[in-house]
């Protein structure tokens, strides 16, 4: 089944999809692109795409040496994953919907691009170890399944199988929002899996709304291949064509897929539904144990979301703090339904800009060296004239929650009282704070106000009694 936000999408024709492209940027004939693209880019090879959009599949530049795998539907991988739909992709991966025909059960395939070093295999089985069942964030830890190579003609991936989940965040609130009872408790359990990970001494290094996941309904697995198709619909898939008129070459799939939608939009899900797991494992550091630090320009968290110490010291260390501050945004989307800093081009200067206008000024070495500051900026640090900003910090999460209530899916509830909100602003201004050295810490988190007497509370209502259940999935990223 199509996603109900690409309903009605899929009506490009022969659009040409060089590395970077979107597809309204190349809407012509076929024999036009062909000389498009032969004219612009002779080094490079183009694939045609008539009824996918290139938006809501892989960069299929990266069907190469070192890069992807080109699975394709109906492969069965180590003699025992039968791919019958694909769940999405990552910089790094693709995710597959695969039928387990030992455990005839369904599984999400993360296949790693080609030659990619990862310690996810080991942290995630030491994350999943089930002697710390007893802590409030361990459910939410993908259960590492199974792990294993797969040799390709682009080379060898690293393969990794957990069950699948029901949709991330970033699909179910494009075109939706949380309820309030929903927000806290996916918060909370997000501020609990945070704090574990942390406890055991691993930074997860790429928290995301699309690394966020909710989990499978219980009642997924009995559904079979042919009745999995009748449910959601076959695989859409499309034959690749080169623009050269070339045979494709081994790296290459046959065919294009589209990912499946398994979910539904936020403001559908209701508490006991509501079953978080923070997924993708694939960045994750112990800063302890590790003989080489993780420098700031090696993570890898969206622009929109990266710690300032990424940002501004890309040649020093970073450590558990990255996680506290990528946190905070998390949470503040959750309840908010909107993404913090946002620029519509990604444009790193306009997110420092909007970051001084939430937070203030930032620290002198930084603001020393940042080129761009008289470009949104007087020497006071006040914003030029003529250009929209934000508003202080807390005016603007205020502003932002009572937007949504006004104009989406909780217009019929009661507002968050403002006890509960001065707890919550606390909680998260402590969370962004510039320095790393300065913000808070999980341990803290756990213990602030808005946790201890509104978070926690609605985790434990959820039915989360630490060592009560085990988790009926937990899934690798679907985004």
């Known amino acids: 089944m199509t996603s109900p936000h690409l309903q009605g999408a899929l009506a490009y024709r022969w659009c040409l999809l060089p590395l970077g492209s979107t597809a309204s940027s190349y809407r012509a004939t076929r024999t036009q692109m062909r000389a498009q693209s032969t004219k612009s880019s002779p080094d490079r090879t183009y694939y045609y795409l008539s009824v996918i959009d290139s938006w809501i599949i892989e960069n299929l530049e990266k069907y190469r040496k070192g890069g992807y795998h080109p699975v394709v539907i109906g492969d069965i991988l180590k003699d025992r994953y039968h791919i019958v739909h694909k769940l999405g992709h990552g910089s790094f991966s693709t995710i597959w919907l695969a039928h387990d025909k030992e455990k005839k059960s ?138 050269d008129e070339q045979p494709l070459t081994p790296g290459v799939p046959t065919h294009a897929t589209e990912p499946i939608w398994l979910g539904k939009m936020a403001h559908k899900f209701n508490v006991p539904e509501a079953r978080l797991v923070l997924s993708d ?32 010291e890309p040649e020093k260390p970073i450590s558990f703090a990255i996680d506290i501050w990528t ?23 306009e997110i420092t800009s909007q970051q001084i206008e939430l937070l203030g000024p930032l620290p002198p070495e930084w603001w020393a060296g940042w080129k761009a500051k008289y470009q949104f900026f007087d020497e006071f640090i006040e914003p030029k004239q003529g250009r929209e900003t934000l508003l202080p910090f807390e005016e603007q999460f205020i502003k932002e929650m009572e937007d949504m209530a006004r104009t989406s899916d909780r217009r019929d509830e009661p507002d968050m009282d403002m006890e509960e ?59």
Not at 218 to 235: R, T
Not at 289 to 296: A, I
Not at 331 to 338: A, L, S, V
């Open 106 to 243: 369904y599984v999400a395939l993360k296949i790693n691009i080609a030659d990619f070093k990862s310690d996810q295999a080991d942290l995630q089985l030491s994350l999943s170890d089930p002697s710390y069942i007893e802590d409030p964030g361990w459910p939410m830890i993908p259960i590492l399944k199974d792990h294993f190579k797969s040799q390709s003609a682009n080379g060898c991936h690293e393969c990794y199988v957990t069950s699948p989940a029901r949709v991330s965040l970033a699909k179910a609130t494009e075109t939706s929002s949380f309820s309030i009872d929903v927000a806290r408790s996916l918060v909370a359990q997000l501020v609990h899996t945070v704090a574990y990970i942390q406890s055991r001494g691993i930074v997860h290094g790429d928290i995301h709304f699309g690394n966020i996941l909710i989990d499978m309904d219980a009642n997924f697995d009995k559904l079979s291949v042919s009745q999995l198709y009748q449910e959601y619909g076959e695989p859409p898939t499309e034959a690749l064509e080169r623009s």
């Open 281 to 312: 494992f694939g960045e994750a550091f112990s800063p302890l144990k590790n003989k080489q630090p993780k420098l700031g320009k090696d993570c890898s968290a969206p622009r929109y979301c990266l710690p300032p110490e990424a940002y501004f």
């Open 327 to 349: 946190l905070a945004c998390a949470i503040w989307n959750i309840f908010t339904g909107r993404i913090i800093f946002s620029s519509w081009f990604g444009k790193s200067d």
């Open 421 to 479: 909100m001065k707890a919550l602003l606390r909680m998260l201004r402590s969370m962004l704070i510039y320095r790393p050295e300065l913000r808070a810490t999980a341990s803290m988190i756990l213990e602030s106000d808005w946790m201890v007497h509104w978070g926690s509370p609605s985790y434990e209502v959820r039915g989360n009694v630490p060592g009560s259940w085990l988790p009926v999935s937990t899934a690798i990223s679907h985004v």
